[in-house]
């Protein structure tokens, strides 16, 4: 399926124009109470509690910011954004990295055990993380790896394996492969064939799984919840539990600080819209 | 490269290839083999032993874990009936929903910026989802109650979260929210690679809006049905973070979970032995029911 698929309109439901009005209508009622839970979260981080308990649903008397402030200070979601940003972004690009690599051995190289290395490795697609939590967090504890970045990034690395694998392979089959045996045939490294041709082919599969693990690992809470014991080391996800504890006597920090957390996915579906589409279409259309 | 020895070179050529082949699967292989397949291993193994995960005392129980889940531990059996009445609702709602709303909204001009309304509660964590809802839900708060009181039907407020009878629908509503917007992206992509012509000639020759729907969509997003489906069905069999943030298993485990369930008993209660146990049935659970969609996929693809 291409992204330049026919954008005019299928099936034309009723053959009176009017008809058509109501129900372009009703789809926009729909749309507006599909909305109203962020409507509800959003109109109430800029409100008094006073002016929550007479009502959650009007409009707030003043646009004040300062529940964005004090949620920002107060659940110390600074250090958290760091940490859940540094975790997620080296998590990706690793990720995406060790997935790559086996995604371009699974579809340009022959070698013994092929498929089943390949089925080995798509089985985990279905495995539960709560399987492996016990015996995680023994190893972690182990090697001294809980609540540390390098813990959780291997922890994220090794889950998203399967699923990038899958994914990456299908994306270097639609790259032709003419100009990586061209590159051979000049006296290329097949890592150089890989690094400076392949890899830049294929760039479109790579930014739509970079945009697809960093929204996974940035809203990740079981992983973050067994493995994260340290306050200091938080991720947001962990924050925003904290915070239904804390702050449930302040609603407007409560839901400012949801908000908050939920910015980093809103931005780069804004900015990334086509990719992160594709990317989780990318397994219904193979 | 000279190919001097036509035969041996490419032999040679060949297990080069394959040499090279492994060095680049070699990283993936590695972390997943020590983070991945081997706890999975570790996790069966320990499923049969009795060990509260503190020292490193561990005692052989053979089977015990398992007779005890299935016969003695009741909250056990009501979050293995709760898990699957969850996934039936979370795999055929939002199923429903998704297409519907597609089919919908993929008529009108602008159907895009519809589709990304219904997708937006999709980018949102779980556990985001959770915390909005029971601030939704809080009796301080009640918005179901506003909206009950604005069409006259006082009557009908209640603390639905709070009370037994209807704290599992009101926990799976969130999840309903938030999954139709992951099956909305994919049913709106599938109907627009439908050739715009097939519906124009249906149309031309007399179809209803229904009958193409009917016709022509639901046979031509099938592939698409099957992946929502079997996407919502294991992210529901493993529905752990909205619970946890919304109920945590309560009123009285009325929406305990498989997964909830495994967590308490392995990091609240300290039974490891027995959480590990509870995760090897999740994951068969999980198991049986990829084999009937691997099925029903394949079973199709005969016919057709």
Redesign the interface.
């Known amino acids: 399926?291409?992204a330049s698929?026919?954008?005019?309109?299928?099936?034309?439901?009723?053959r009176v124009r009017a008809g058509r009005l109501v129900?372009?209508l009703l789809?926009v009622l729909?749309?507006l109470a599909?909305?109203?839970?962020?409507y509800?979260?959003l109109v109430n981080t800029f409100k008094t509690m006073p002016e929550?308990?007479a009502s959650?649903?009007a409009l707030p008397q003043s646009l004040r910011l300062d529940a964005y402030a004090k949620a920002w200070k107060e659940a110390h979601l600074g250090d958290y954004y760091k940490n859940s940003l540094a975790i997620a972004s080296v998590s990706v690009v690793l990720s995406v990295g060790?997935?790559s690599?086996?995604a371009?051995?699974f579809s340009r190289?022959?070698?013994?055990g092929?498929q089943a290395?390949f089925f080995?490795?798509l089985a985990?697609v279905?495995?539960?993380?709560?399987?492996?939590?016990?015996?995680?967090?023994?190893?972690m504890s182990g090697l001294d790896l809980l609540s540390s970045y390098r813990g959780m990034i291997?922890?994220y690395?090794?889950?998203t394996?399967?699923f990038g694998?899958f994914i990456l392979t299908g994306f270097f089959k639609t790259v032709p492969v003419e100009i990586e045996e061209a590159a051979l045939i000049d006296g290329c490294s097949?890592f150089q064939a890989?690094w400076k041709v392949a890899l830049p082919l294929a760039a479109p599969g790579l930014v739509t799984m970079t945009i697809l693990e960093f929204?996974w690992f940035?809203?990740?809470?079981?992983v973050a919840?067994?493995f994260i014991q340290e306050e200091a080391m938080r991720t947001v996800?962990l924050g925003?539990?904290v915070?239904?504890n804390t702050f449930q006597l302040d609603?407007s920090k409560?839901?400012a600080g949801?908000v908050i957390?939920?910015v980093p996915?809103?931005i780069v579906?804004i900015f990334f819209?086509k990719y992160l589409?594709r990317g989780?279409?990318a397994?219904?259309?193979k | 490269m000279s190919v001097v020895h036509p035969h041996r070179g490419r032999t040679r050529r060949?297990r080069q290839?394959?040499r090279?082949?492994?060095l680049?699967?070699l990283?993936?292989?590695l972390?997943?083999l020590?983070?991945?397949?081997?706890?999975?291993v570790?996790?069966i193994y320990?499923g049969f032993f009795e060990w509260s995960?503190l020292g490193k005392e561990m005692t052989f129980v053979g089977l015990r874990n398992y007779v005890e889940m299935f016969t003695t531990d009741a909250v056990f059996l009501q979050s293995l009936g709760n898990s699957l009445i969850s996934t039936l609702v979370l795999a055929v709602v939002p199923t429903a929903l998704g297409l519907g709303?597609a089919?919908?909204?993929?008529?009108?001009?602008g159907?895009?910026v519809?589709r990304?309304?219904?997708f937006?509660?999709y980018?949102?964590?779980?556990?985001?989802v959770g915390?909005?809802?029971?601030?939704?839900y809080n009796p301080?708060?009640d918005?179901p109650g506003?909206l009950l009181q604005a069409v006259g039907l006082q009557g009908w407020m209640h603390d639905w979260l709070g009370d037994k009878a209807t704290a599992l629908a009101a926990a799976l509503v969130p999840g309903v929210?938030r999954f139709t917007g992951?099956a909305i992206?994919?049913f709106y992509?599938?109907?627009?690679?439908?050739?715009?012509d097939l519906?124009e000639a249906a149309?031309v020759d007399g179809a209803s809006?229904w009958q193409?729907?009917w016709k022509?969509?639901l046979p031509l997003v099938r592939?698409?049905m099957i992946?929502?489906v079997v996407?919502m069905t294991?992210d529901a069999?493993?529905l752990?973070?909205l619970i946890?943030?919304l109920t945590r298993g309560n009123p009285n485990h009325a929406t305990e979970m498989i997964?909830t369930w495994?967590?308490a008993n392995?990091?609240r209660h300290y039974k490891?032995g027995y959480?590990?146990a509870?995760?090897?049935v999740?994951?068969l659970i999980?198991?049986g029911f990829?084999i009937i969609y691997i099925r029903w996929a394949t079973r199709g693809e005969e016919e057709a």
């Open positions: 399926m291409s698929a026919d954008k005019r309109p299928r099936i034309r439901w009723g129900l372009e789809v729909l749309c599909w909305l109203s839970p962020f509800l979260l929550i308990s959650p649903v060790v997935s690599l086996a371009y051995a190289m022959r070698f013994l092929k290395l080995f490795l985990g279905m495995l539960p993380l709560q399987v492996v939590l016990v015996p995680l967090y023994r190893l291997a922890l690395v090794a889950f394996i399967p694998v097949r890989y929204v940035w809203n990740e809470y079981l919840l067994t996800m925003v539990m915070m239904a609603f409560l839901t949801i957390s939920v996915p809103i579906y819209q589409i989780l279409t397994g219904a259309l | 060949q290839e394959m090279t082949a492994y680049f699967l990283p993936a292989l972390v997943y020590v983070f991945v397949f081997w706890p999975v570790q996790s320990y995960g709303f089919a919908l909204f993929s008529s009108l001009r159907g895009g519809y990304s309304v219904i937006l509660p980018l949102v964590a779980m556990v985001a915390t909005i809802w029971s601030w939704i301080r708060i918005a506003i929210w992951f992206v994919i992509a599938a109907i627009q690679s439908i050739p715009v519906f149309r809006g193409s729907f022509i969509t592939q698409a992946i929502v996407w294991m069999l493993k752990f973070d946890f943030t997964a495994m967590f392995t990091f490891m959480g590990a509870m995760s090897v999740l994951f999980i198991l990829s």
